[in-house]
């Protein structure tokens, strides 16, 4: 009924399609002529194409779960057009499987193509098609269906975190505590056959420190654990106080739980595969896994301050995230501007596909502060280069607040940074520079940033006409969840600022009056030879 055809892997394609998130299309069409086209067409395209006849076996080839992205329907057969059954139920059923659909049409039919269009029926063309408009247009949405997918699974594993965070935290127990994250390690490894096998917790109330108390679950009840019928000092012939790290042995993976160099738990599971160790979803485990170091550690300590710390951290770095998806959104509203050129509209492709990417990379903040630092990687970079980025990231966020924007080079040369993370930290103080401007007029409203090199010291400094900060925020501006005006927002912002600059050798101040603005000033030791500049 359906065949496939796994096209070529060359020619051009924004980023966010060469990724593991590879599309499918079903065309659903009887014209010989308009199935070749198409073929040829996206045969440079690393695409799926699935092939159907008719509505009613493509309906019959849905059914069988099959994951398609997108759907070209062909209605240039007039018996198909506009009030027939067929389409209606067509609609229908594609609207209820939130199946995005595409329209080929003839010449006749531009007159009443519009009465067609619904929430899933989102663009036509009309046959002949021009190749590269079909290129450049199938290459739009499928950015923005890929963009989106990734979003949905990336919020679906941050609230898996979060719940958990949440769960963890609530728990009164080690042996509570611990099932719980367990539950939630299970929903974030995406293999359908993982299961627990035993928990080991040291000695009775930490005190025997060599030896573990073994809980497995009760048969029936995944995840809810039998008392310890015996402790243990070694596991398939290994010692447990020995597991510093994840390890596979005998088809196991050993999971530890540490505190600095105590063990405060070993995890071990079934039927997770060993290279899933190098998978998002790992990393995903890992920040249940430092959650759950520190709740209990806070059993041991009795310092429950911290437990809701992990879940507001989640919190505000999806907060963040929403700033790339406003971008994503924008450029995918313009790119579906017909008065752009094709090269326009490649421009906002680049943008769904380098915005897309810089958002996926947040997800490691979460990681990242759960073990409490921020990784880089430095690269190298000219400075005019730099200024442009900048004036491209900030140029959006200042004129939805009507905040001027000034930008200036004062240093002609190569820097050494990893400019995605120094662009968060200026980011993250430009929006608090915003937010402190509000209630001023429009008029009064400045954001200036200057870049300089003295010695070999990167020199960048902030300044806004705001109203300075309080007094009382002064002293802890840069720890975790302060705000100050901000209504909304967890007060997460200056902090990961801080841990950027920290993370690169540097150093971060300020100065503030009341009334006038604040001048941050960041200083970045550079560890590029002059020869090189």
């Not at 841990?499 to 000033?521: C, E, L, P």
Request: net charge negative; proline share 3%; with cysteine.
């Amino acid at each position: 009924m359906s065949n496939q055809h796994p096209a070529a892997e060359s020619g051009f394609l924004p980023e966010i399609l060469k990724k593991e998130l590879r599309p499918s299309i079903l065309l659903i069409s009887k014209n010989k002529e308009i199935s070749a086209t198409i073929h040829t067409a996206i045969s440079n395209l690393n695409v799926i194409l699935f092939f159907s006849e008719t509505r009613g076996s493509s309906i019959e080839f849905l059914t069988g779960n099959r994951d398609i992205n997108l759907i070209l329907f062909d209605i240039t057969d007039s018996n198909d057009i506009i009030n027939t059954l067929d389409i209606s139920e067509a609609e229908n059923y594609f609207s209820f499987n939130s199946i995005p659909v595409m329209l080929i049409i003839s010449k006749e039919q531009t007159e009443n193509v519009l009465d067609l269009f619904s929430e899933n029926i989102i663009d036509f063309w009309i046959f002949p098609i021009s190749i590269s408009d079909f290129l450049a247009r199938i290459k739009l949405h499928l950015s923005v269906l890929v963009a989106n997918k990734e979003l949905k699974n990336l919020t679906l594993q941050l609230h898996t975190i979060l719940e958990g965070t949440k769960n963890i935290a609530k728990t009164r127990d080690p042996l509570t505590a611990t099932t719980v994250a367990c539950s939630f390690i299970l929903r974030l490894t995406g293999v359908n056959d993982a299961a627990l096998h035993t928990i080991y917790l040291p000695g009775s109330s930490f005190q025997k420190e060599s030896y573990f108390s073994a809980h497995r679950p009760i048969e029936g009840f995944n995840l809810l654990t039998k008392p310890s019928e015996k402790e243990v000092r070694q596991v398939d012939g290994i010692n447990l106080t020995d597991i510093k790290e994840p390890i596979f042995h005998n088809g196991n993976l050993y999971i530890p739980v540490i505190n600095e160099t105590d063990i405060l738990s070993i995890l071990k599971f079934n039927n997770i595969p060993e290279n899933h160790t190098k998978s998002k979803n790992y990393e995903y485990i890992l920040s249940i896994v430092n959650s759950l170091s520190i709740v209990l550690r806070n059993f041991r300590h009795e310092d429950h301050s911290r437990l809701a710390h992990i879940g507001q951290m989640a919190a505000a770095i999806i907060h963040d995230l929403k700033n790339y998806t406003v971008v994503i959104r924008n450029s995918a509203k313009l790119a579906l501007n017909d008065s752009l050129s094709s090269g326009e509209k490649f421009q906002f492709l680049n943008n769904i596909s380098y915005e897309s990417e810089r958002m996926l990379e947040m997800t490691h903040d979460i990681l990242d502060f759960s073990r409490g630092e921020i990784s880089i990687k430095l690269s190298r970079i000219n400075s005019e280069n730099f200024k442009n980025r900048l004036k491209q990231f900030l140029s959006p966020l200042c004129h939805e607040r009507e905040v001027s924007l000034e930008i200036l080079n004062n240093y002609n040369g190569n820097l050494s940074i990893d400019m995605e993370r120094i662009l968060r930290a200026i980011f993250n103080i430009a929006l608090n520079a915003c937010d402190a401007m509000s209630e001023k007029p429009p008029v009064d409203r400045s954001f200036t940033l200057n870049i300089d090199k003295k010695g070999a010291i990167l020199i960048l400094e902030l300044t806004d006409r705001g109203s300075g900060i309080p007094l009382d925020l002064q002293n802890k501006i840069f720890e975790p969840f302060i705000s100050g005006k901000k209504q909304k927002g967890t007060g997460l912002g200056m902090a990961i600022a801080r841990s950027i600059v920290v993370a690169h050798g540097g150093t971060i101040d300020f100065k503030t009056q009341k009334n006038s603005g604040t001048t941050f000033t960041i200083q970045i030791p550079q560890r590029i030879q002059e020869r090189e500049e």
